[in-house]
């Protein structure tokens, strides 16, 4: 493997600025993959317009093909991140108007793509913000097929386009997750619910083993339902920064507040917290989510089970919860 600096007309930016992962990595076979420290991509996906394409310039690596906004990463930058700011650059993607839901990756060994798969939550047109996009269009999913693909992307395609309607959603029965350790945490209800939700909140910005989840690709940004009950129900709704510092243990997590990122929501179940859990359950049904349910009770497990939820135990969470601090 070698590093090879791009030269004139060559991506990235021809008329700005570089950065060090600007650079080509060619394999020993002579094949050349651009971005020293891999790249990433971001496909937008809007269910009533399909998903955003971008028509590569002619100078470009497989130039005159459709692909997705991506680009090189920088140095240290994640690839959820790297995704992002590329679709940003080169679409004009707003801040804030999508939201990752699960991330493939291509690894070679000496080098990687992943494509983040994001959800559209505010409606935008995109913006042709740099010279590496011929046009950049919204193509409908049945027709995506039909365009002359970039051929990294026309493989991936094959994979992404049958996870799109797939939407994973966990809930957490806190207060069985909580009582699972005998760790003191009848002293302080509250206090114990919130410590958990902190590394809820780590888990969940880090992203879930799609394996995890039982589903395919590497990764899956789930938002997360954390149902609390009784003295419990005066959990903080946010995560401070110091908290999230503390709860992720090392974890590659997002900053407090990303947009991009699916959040941990906080519901307070009334009267019995079973009831409350069934309830949110099948909420997230009734809108098509895919539920997995946090709990090792015997009987909400049924309950959960017959209405159509998977359920997982307090073990299986906990296991890959950062370490507590």
């Not at 971008?54 to 690839?79: D, K, N």
């Not at 793509?113 to 913006?127: H, N, S």
């Not at 970039?150 to 957490?172: C, N, Q, S």
């Amino acid at each position: 493997m070698t590093i090879v600096p791009p030269q004139p007309g060559e991506p990235r930016r021809p008329d700005g600025p570089r950065d060090s992962g600007d650079a080509w990595v060619v394999a020993d076979s002579g094949e050349r993959y651009w971005g020293r420290y891999g790249a990433a991509g971001l496909l937008a996906y809007d269910p009533e317009r399909g998903v955003l394409l971008q028509h590569r310039v002619s100078w470009s690596h497989f130039g005159g093909t459709w692909a997705l906004p991506g680009g090189a990463l920088h140095e240290g930058e994640s690839a959820l991140d790297g995704a992002l700011r590329e679709a940003q650059e080169e679409a004009g993607i707003p801040e804030g108007a999508v939201r990752a839901r699960f991330a493939s990756v291509h690894d070679i060994g000496i080098w990687s793509y992943t494509t983040v798969v994001a959800d559209v939550l505010e409606p935008f047109e995109p913006v042709i913000s740099d010279p590496e996009s011929v046009a950049l269009e919204w193509v409908p999913v049945a027709e995506v097929d039909d365009r002359p693909l970039h051929p990294g992307f026309a493989e991936a395609w094959k994979t992404l386009r049958d996870l799109l309607d797939v939407r994973p959603v966990v809930v957490v029965d806190a207060a069985n997750v909580v009582g699972s350790k005998p760790d003191g945490w009848w002293k302080d209800r509250a206090g114990a619910a919130a410590r958990l939700r902190a590394r809820v909140e780590a888990w969940a910005r880090a992203g879930v083993p799609a394996a995890a989840l039982g589903l395919g690709c590497e990764r899956w940004y789930p938002p997360v339902s954390f149902v609390v009950e009784g003295a419990a129900k005066g959990v903080h709704d946010e995560v401070s920064g110091e908290e999230l510092s503390a709860a992720s243990a090392g974890m590659p997590v997002g900053p407090v507040g990303s947009a991009h990122i699916a959040r941990v929501t906080t519901v307070r179940a009334p009267g019995h917290g079973d009831d409350g859990i069934v309830v949110e359950v099948q909420r997230l049904l009734d809108a098509e989510y895919r539920v997995t349910l946090v709990t090792s009770d015997r009987g909400l497990r049924e309950r959960a089970e017959r209405i159509g939820a998977h359920v997982d135990s307090a073990a299986w969470l906990l296991n890959q919860l950062p370490a507590p601090r």
